[in-house]
């Protein structure tokens, strides 16, 4: 991210436009954490969506004021593009359209350069980690299978949609409560759009407000939930053995995986994302074969069963996560797997004061964690320096978190070693990142 913007000078301001309605003419700077990138406007800083670095455009102004530290604006027209600009993807997730595209105006490979440089930024500026620098480790992000071939689009399984004031369905609007209706989403899968179309998705009106979740998994069939409830030919399913669970079919290291998991559960939406990101998690692990392994915010146990598998017979793997319901689930996919210790609670309680002892048996050779987007935090660092672990393989989904936590590990002696990008979300800025530490 930039440097903290400026506030007004002591000089009489100018009158600021007000948000949402004026328009102002950016050069547009370098990219920044959160899908947007830096531009200037007459001394403060504007976070600018749907434009690249080196454009020239004008924006229209969505948050500010006289009073405020910095301005949101959106692009709203190109005066001169960058050679990366290419037409959007998904012009519904435009300037003012539904949250959850703003990359689709930028060419694949761009995006991930893009992602790569926030990236890159988070962990020198956070963790003093210069990835750039020819002694530090090498930082790529990946595209996963298909994705070029497809142009990014259709790869989503799962998604989430919400019924406007009219009943169509749609998203929110970036930073607003205010939903967009939209007749199609193109970076869901087939199996999804099929799904939508056969359920009248998109052509029904819904109850104001209503939800929708929409689930395409790799082991049985596609299912809708409105309101959390179970959907069947048109109304809700009554019946008593209604689904709300579906299967999930995961290979990796050449063994195939099955996962029962909650149909609202979380699940990784790509695709091909389960499995990519097991086989990171294996290769970053390294040699297993009877060893200690906790495995944190382990959720439906996609880690912990291939971990167990690398483990062997005389391994262990201990497995925290907080979820009642993902435990649940875990305990599933796990049964007849004696090596796995499952452990239900929240991990910054169950590792604080001596509990990290009572849980792990009070070391580990590896540990993996995968936390939400806020990332472990310090107590959780401290907890897993004190399991003395050799290596920690940390995934993550915000390159913020991420490079502060290295820093926390850096205070305790562990080296980043490797860290390399997923580009598990094509058209946004999201991206997962598997990060190698040593002591």
């Known amino acids: ?53 080196g454009e020239r455009v004008r924006a229209r102004v969505t948050e500010g004021g006289d009073d405020a530290r910095f301005w949101r604006a959106d692009a709203v027209e190109v005066l001169e593009a960058s050679p990366d600009r290419v037409p959007s ?16 105006h930028v060419a694949l490979p761009a995006q991930r350069r893009w992602k790569r440089d926030v990236l890159a930024e988070q962990l020198r500026r956070l963790a003093g980690v210069d990835v750039a620098d020819d002694a530090g480790p090498a930082l790529v992000v990946d595209p996963l299978p298909g994705d070029d071939e497809r142009g990014g689009l259709g790869y989503r399984t799962r998604i989430d949609l919400v019924a406007d004031d009219a009943g169509r369905a749609g998203m929110h609007r970036h930073r607003s409560h205010a939903v967009v209706p939209l007749d199609a989403m193109p970076l869901a899968t087939e199996e999804i759009a099929a799904l939508a179309e056969h359920e009248r998705v998109w052509t029904r009106r819904w109850r104001p407000g209503t939800r929708l979740e929409l689930v395409a998994p790799s082991g049985s069939a596609p299912l809708l939930l409105v309101d959390g409830e179970p959907w069947r030919g048109g109304s809700p399913d009554r019946r008593p053995n209604a689904r709300r669970s579906v299967v999930e079919r995961v290979e990796v290291a050449g063994a195939e995986h099955a996962y029962r998991v909650a149909a609202a559960g979380f699940w ?57 319901r ?52 310090r107590a959780v660092v401290d ?57």
């Open 383 to 439: 907890a897993i320096a004190g399991m003395a672990p050799a290596r920690v393989v940390y995934v993550a989904c915000d390159p913020a978190a991420l490079a502060r936590d290295v820093g926390y590990l850096g205070g305790h002696g562990y080296a980043l070693r490797d860290v390399r990008g997923l580009d598990l979300f094509p058209h946004t800025h999201h991206v997962e990142a598997v990060a190698v530490l040593e002591r």
């Open 1 to 53: 991210m930039p440097s903290t913007p400026h506030g007004r000078s002591a000089a009489p301001s100018r009158p600021a436009p007000e948000p949402a309605a004026a328009e102002i003419e950016l050069e547009v700077g370098p990219v920044a954490h959160g899908g947007h990138c830096v531009a200037r406007h007459e001394g403060r800083v504007v976070f600018v969506r749907h434009a690249l670095p």
């Open 89 to 104: 993807a998904w012009p519904a997730a435009g300037p003012g359209g539904a949250g959850g595209g703003e990359l689709a």
């Open 268 to 324: 990784q939406v790509h695709r091909h994302a389960p499995a990519a990101l097991a086989e990171a998690v294996l290769a970053a692990a390294g040699d297993l074969d009877g060893a200690r392994v906790v495995d944190l915010y382990a959720g439906a146990g996609l880690f912990t069963l291939p971990l167990a598998a690398a483990a062997g017979a005389s391994g262990t793997v201990v497995a925290v996560e907080g979820d009642e």
């Open 326 to 377: 993902a435990v649940r689930d875990a305990r599933r996919n796990a049964h007849g797997l004696g090596t796995v210790e499952l452990h239900h609670g929240a991990v910054e309680q169950l590792l604080g004061a001596d509990g990290a002892a009572t849980v792990t048996g009070g070391g580990a050779d590896v540990v993996v964690l995968d936390p939400p987007r806020v990332g472990a935090g």
